[in-house]
């Protein structure tokens, strides 16, 4: 059984004439082009800890099979605004599990997007967490919802957002978790 213990955020933009390429060097970006990704779903592990960049790469080989999660947008539609952001909602007992979330779009700004998918994972630790609140009202009120019961510590996002290159290009942006044993 493979439950990781740490895991890290990154984010990068790539562009190039060929789609898969500009994706390969949104991950040179990103710094993880040398490992083989495997994305998995939005589960925070219990008892998992936010390592830097920098530790978590030490700990991964090139070639190594790593999960994450996810988010990534294309295009090839210069000027066009696009952002890929990964949210994180903390549960106050490290014994339990988090929430992170993908969102991925275009039109929307680093903030924006980054406080949307914070807003996802939060939304869905409080649901299990059978924290009571009005998806009708904005994030803020919510948040404070969260705050106040105790039971969420901790939100947080990544995100890259970036217009679509001049020059017939594809555009690629990730924002991604990474898991490291």
């Known amino acids: 059984m493979y439950v990781p213990r740490y895991m890290f955020f ?11 390429s500009s994706f390969e060097y949104a991950l040179r970006g990103a710094g993880i082009a040398h490992l083989n990704l495997v994305t ?9 800890r936010i390592i830097s960049v920098e530790e978590g790469l030490t700990r991964l080989e090139p070639g190594e099979i790593t999960h994450c999660v996810m988010a990534r947008e294309q295009s090839k539609e210069p000027g066009r605004r696009l952002v890929a952001s990964i949210g994180l909602a903390l549960p106050s ?24 998918a914070e807003d996802l994972a939060a939304s869905m630790l409080a ?5 009571e609140f009005d ?6 009120e919510r948040r404070q919802v969260y705050q106040m019961s105790g039971k969420i510590v901790e939100s947080q ?9 001049e020059g017939n290009l594809w555009t690629t942006v990730l924002a991604a978790a990474v898991f490291v044993k």
């Open 135 to 140: 998806p009708d009202k904005d994030y803020d």
């Open 40 to 48: 998995v779903s939005s589960i925070f592990p219990p008892h998992c």
């Open 10 to 20: 990154v984010k990068g933009v790539g562009t190039n004439k060929e789609r898969l």
């Open 93 to 116: 007992e490290n014994a339990r599990y988090g929430y992170l979330s993908e969102h991925h779009g275009f039109g929307q700004t680093e903030l924006e997007a980054g406080e949307y």
């Open 157 to 165: 996002h990544i995100s890259q957002a970036a217009l679509g290159a």
């Open 127 to 131: 649901n299990t967490l059978g924290i």
